[in-house]
């Protein structure tokens, strides 16, 4: 054996050349790939909330009990197993091998599932991901006794239905081991199950492990020093009191409680859309848990904040009502079914909201009973429609989808007054800059040499004589550009050389021009029409013609004028008035004056020689503000074929038209002092200023939900919103009491915060105490920590989990107490040691005779490594540098997916439900498409590969070697800094002289190199991959 690889215990093997520390490590992690499957709750779950409802809805009708085509029954796990005629119907763990994926991707046309329709993608999505996780299903042909449902009365004698009350604490003579009433309750077990319990943890190990625990932060080698130093009986107290004061705490234990929230930056479906505004959730989640914001307000909180910010408004800071407001993401924060903002998806979307609710909350699943009554606990599908009701009557934000793509109806936090007040000075602020924009590009275009005085050309004069005009116009009927039909008014526009002749034809023949600007009105800014015309004088026709502006072909009407040979008439509202009478073969002008404020329009018709003036006269009534259209066609005021005529120079600005008369032929109306480059950069300014101003937004937004108008619902039958059932009061469930929502309440929100949180609950308190064991222990009392009904597991100790849960609710339901409590226990406080007897009794530590040996969680092992280097960033982290949201174009096909470099802590970093962050998956963290109660630590190939090669770790070694060589110039030295840095200790001598001898060797084979990096760069990836760092003793 060479001497680099002389170690003790099973360290030794942390000093293995590379090439067979890495076989080791692939032949360890290949035993564990080899495994089969542990199936989890979290997979049940799965099965009961995505996968049952699509198999009762499409399926089971024509592969059920009743009825088995093709020999195939889908209505149990045996049945999956038995197959059909065509043989086994999927492979676990391999969707592209199973024959049901190929029958509902509708791939194969001999082979299309179900045959009325194909599934959606997120259908075949969620049957995709059942078979990659196992495709466990929980359902027998013949389930016995145990598993019927209970009923309510059978319900009052079961433990977790049972109202919590404080057992007394166990007192017994030879008891000499207890220091807490934790300690006693956990002795009795012990010694009715015969364990005893192993030494106490030595106290660098319990610094490491109460540190690691309250922070997921290593501590410092002169924190240890100063705890091992400190002899006092207080010592361990006052190092979780300052550990619970730190702002670490929070960032560790809120992860925890976002787990169970199923926290993510994305909002799920197809695209998996950005949610620019979840951090703010996740960062009020830390900030809760730093402040010890009492267990039963928290939940309040998340659950009616928006209402107790609208109902204390007076009495609160604006600071407070944001805070408020922002808790609701928790709600929110599931993940979201649906490419646009439709009641289509809604009952998914309320799907995971109830489930998530009663599995973090009560610890039941109250998903299942969404298509029928729980099939096990004594929830009805009336329970569960009470309750999708208040949610119902809730408004939920949009994060953006496919079809609809940008966010809507995210929560002002501000109160719903200053909201509409800032909205309406920023709609007023837009539109005072489009107007400005308006008039600048309208004196823009004035200069351009098609813009006469008085408006558009209409490039009449451009047009061939003796033709029908071409582009811009439209027209029908026997229309000609003719010399003789040339204006002789030269007010609008120059002495011109045409004019267009209308024929006389059938109703709808004319002339049509769409203006390529479209003038939209605003109260304060007036609108300007003109037009030359004439009956020819030998027209015998006595119809009228119509002169039409409005928005679109008679999409919008706006003013419509008539004329026959001998008379002019207005419309005015729904009426017609004739104005003035007319000769045919004389030319009039028409001047008309949009008043949109008033909703009325004014004008002049004259001739050479006179003119007549109308005002006040009603616009369209369904008008919505533009115009773009002018039209004259032959449906007028008198029926009949209308007259032929002639039309010139016609304008629409919103400058006011000069009097008529006589002016020089080119003079335009913007000065002549103003070039077109001065305007373009007038007009370029201000629209950078309206855009900036569009997309700044004034008030902050959260991701949460608010009071929507309350309804009750009908029970879906089957889960299928189209076949509805009876219609159900909105209320609690019936088994912890049934209240219903009083009248004029609102949605029910607040009622249910108020039933959840209330001190008669059985559930809440056991839920959480229990939660919080499991996540200082690895597991806890009950271990099926989301589930306390029927398939639940009983609680190991069930008198502890009461007195815990009693003293908690006392204790004004701070967690910060809890700790306490169970981290100054002598159970907490024991070693990881094993203990033969002991092993053979209890192999899984069901009886707290040690503390369970962990590996870190996937934040813990980056933030440690962080940490340790040097490189950890405790600056305020800032927003996800989303892309713009005015570029968002996700899709199904083109989903939103990124990772961004941070070296802020693990919790900041980006969370993704459809592609979930590499690193984060790799080694186990929460998967945010569902509430996530327990995290299972695999090891894997990639997980040792990662260690070994990732250029993080290589980069917190090169970092951590830094910090190496700085400690001291002596080998001896810096390896013991070394050693206790990365593992709360310092180097056996074996380890030291092992140490020394590999730093030796490494550095002969870099002889001549100066640069120590390298040398200390290879040691300090030894140790921050060492099973000493990556594991809780």
Not at 153 to 168: D, E, G, L, T
Not at 737 to 743: C, D, K, Q
Not at 789 to 806: C, F, K, M, N
Not at 817 to 832: D, F, N, P, V
Request: hydrophobic share 40%.
């Amino acid at each position: 054996m060479s001497s680099s690889t002389r170690m003790v215990g099973t360290r030794a093997i942390l000093f293995l050349p590379a090439r067979a520390w890495l076989a080791i490590c692939l032949a360890a992690a290949s035993l564990l790939v080899l495994t089969p499957k542990v199936r989890s709750e979290n997979d049940d779950d799965f099965f009961e909330t995505r996968v049952r409802p699509l198999l009762v809805k499409h399926c089971e009708e024509c592969h059920g009990a009743k009825k088995a085509e093709g020999g195939l029954r889908l209505d149990s796990r045996d049945a999956w197993l038995r197959g059909g005629d065509r043989g086994a119907v999927l492979v676990a763990g391999k969707p592209e091998a199973s024959l049901l994926i190929r029958a509902v991707r509708h791939t194969d046309s001999e082979l299309e599932m179900p045959p009325d329709g194909k599934l959606s993608d997120a259908e075949i999505a969620d049957l995709e991901t059942w078979i990659k996780r196992g495709a466990v299903d929980p359902r027998r042909e013949s389930p016995d006794a145990t598993q019927q449902q209970l009923t309510l009365a059978q319900a009052r004698s079961f433990w977790s239905f049972q109202a919590v009350k404080k057992p007394a604490v166990p007192r017994a003579a030879d008891d000499h081991w207890s220091r807490t009433p934790i300690d006693a309750f956990v002795w009795q077990q012990q010694q009715k199950t015969g364990v005893l319990p192993v030494a106490d943890a030595d106290r660098r190990t319990l610094a490491r492990r109460a540190t690691l625990d309250l922070t997921g932060l290593p501590p410092t080698p002169a924190e240890i020093d100063a705890f091992v130093a400190d002899q006092s009986e207080n010592a361990f107290a006052a190092l979780v009191d300052r550990l619970l004061a730190s702002p670490a705490y929070g960032e560790r234990w809120g992860r925890h409680w976002l787990d169970v929230a199923r926290y993510a930056d994305t909002a799920g479906d197809g695209a998996d859309y950005p949610v620019r505004e979840a951090g703010k959730y996740r960062d009020w989640v830390i900030a809760a848990m730093n402040a010890d914001l009492p267990y039963d307000q928290f939940l309040r909180e998340q659950i009616a904040g928006d209402i107790l910010a609208r109902e204390t408004l007076s009495e609160i800071s604006p600071q407070e009502y944001a805070r408020l407001v922002t808790a609701t993401g928790f709600l929110a924060i599931g993940k979201r079914y649906g490419y646009k903002p439709s009641p289509d998806f809604e009952h998914l979307d309320f799907a995971d909201a109830i489930d998530s609710l009663g599995r973090s909350v009560l610890g039941l699943s109250l998903g299942c009973a969404r298509c029928h009554n729980h099939k096990y606990d004594p929830i009805s599908a009336a329970d569960y429609y009470a309750i999708y009701g208040i949610f119902k009557s809730t408004k939920w934000a949009f994060p953006g989808g496919e079809e609809h793509q940008r966010p809507a109806d995210f929560l002002p936090l501000v109160p719903p007054a200053t909201a509409a007040e800032l909205d309406q000075t920023k709609a007023e602020q837009l539109a005072q800059l489009d107007r400005e924009i308006s008039t600048l590009e309208l004196n823009r275009k004035m200069l351009d040499p098609k813009w006469f005085a008085g408006g558009i050309d209409l490039d009449l004069e451009a047009q061939a004589i003796g033709k029908p005009p071409g582009d811009p116009w439209f027209h029908a009927g026997p229309i000609e550009i003719l010399a003789e039909a040339q204006s002789p008014f030269t007010h609008v526009h120059g002495a011109g050389t045409r004019g267009v002749r209308v024929g006389s034809g059938q109703t709808h023949d004319g002339i049509r021009y769409v203006f390529p600007e479209k003038l939209r009105a605003t109260p304060d800014r007036s609108m300007h029409f003109t037009i030359d015309f004439r009956t020819v004088a030998e027209a015998t026709q006595k119809g009228a013609y119509r002169f039409y502006l409005g928005r679109g072909v008679v999409e919008s009407l706006a003013i419509e004028c008539s004329v026959t040979p001998t008379e002019f008439a207005i419309r005015s509202g729904s009426d017609w008035e004739v104005i003035r009478r007319v000769e045919p073969g004389t030319w009039y002008t028409l001047r008309l004056t949009i008043d949109p404020a008033k909703k009325t329009y004014a004008g002049i018709i004259a001739s050479a020689s006179d003119s007549t003036a109308f005002e006040g006269k009603k616009l369209g009534a369904q008008w919505d503000g533009v115009i773009d259209c002018f039209i004259c066609d032959g449906i007028g005021h008198v029926a009949g074929a209308a007259a032929a005529r002639d039309l010139d120079n016609l304008g629409l600005q919103v400058a006011p038209f000069g009097k008529p008369g006589d002016v020089a032929p080119d003079r335009k109306v913007a000065s002549s002092a103003v070039n077109p480059e001065q305007l373009d950069a007038q007009i370029k300014s201000l629209t950078e200023r309206r855009t900036a101003l569009a997309s700044q937004p004034v008030y902050d937004v959260a991701y949460g939900v608010s009071e929507a108008a309350p309804v009750n619902v009908r029970i879906q039958q089957r889960g299928e919103p189209e076949r509805l059932g009876d219609e159900v009061p909105r209320r609690f469930l019936e088994v912890l009491g049934g209240e219903t929502v009083p009248a004029n309440a609102g949605s029910g929100r607040k009622e249910l915060a108020d039933w959840l949180t209330r001190p008669t609950n059985p559930l809440t308190a056991r839920v959480l105490v229990n939660r919080v064991w499991q996540w200082h222990f690895g597991q806890g009392l009950v271990t099926t920590p989301s589930d306390f009904g029927v398939r639940g597991e009983q609680p190991s100790h069930p008198e502890l989990l009461d007195y815990l849960a009693s003293e908690f609710m006392v204790q004004g339901w701070s967690m910060k107490w809890l700790h306490r409590q169970i981290m100054l226990s002598r159970t907490y406080q024991l070693a990881s040691a094993d203990h033969a007897e002991n092993l053979q009794k209890d192999p899984g530590n069901r009886w707290l005779w040690r503390f369970s040996r962990r590996r870190l969680d996937a934040e813990s092992i980056r933030d440690s490594m962080l940490a340790v280097s040097g490189g950890l960033d405790r600056s305020e982290p800032q927003p996800h540098p989303f892309p713009a949201v005015e570029s968002w174009r996700f899709s199904i096909h083109n989903p939103f997916f990124a990772v961004y470099p941070s070296n802020h802590r693990s919790v900041y970093l980006m969370v993704q439900r459809n592609r979930r962050h590499p690193y984060l998956a790799l080694f186990d963290a929460a998967d945010p498409n569902q509430s996530v109660d327990s995290r299972h630590a695999t090891t894997t190939p990639p997980q040792a590969l990662f260690l070994m090669n990732s250029p993080f770790v290589h980069e917190q070694a090169t970092l951590f070697a830094r910090r190496i060589i700085a400690s001291s110039t002596e080998d001896p030295a810096r390896i013991r800094f070394a050693f206790e840095t990365a593992q709360g200790r310092p180097p056996a001598d074996a380890e030291l002289t092992a140490a020394q001898e590999f730093v030796a060797a490494y550095r002969q084979k870099l002889a001549g190199n100066s640069d120590e990096s390298p040398v200390w760069g290879a040691l300090a990836r030894v140790l921050l991959t060492s099973n000493a760092f990556l594991y809780l003793e």
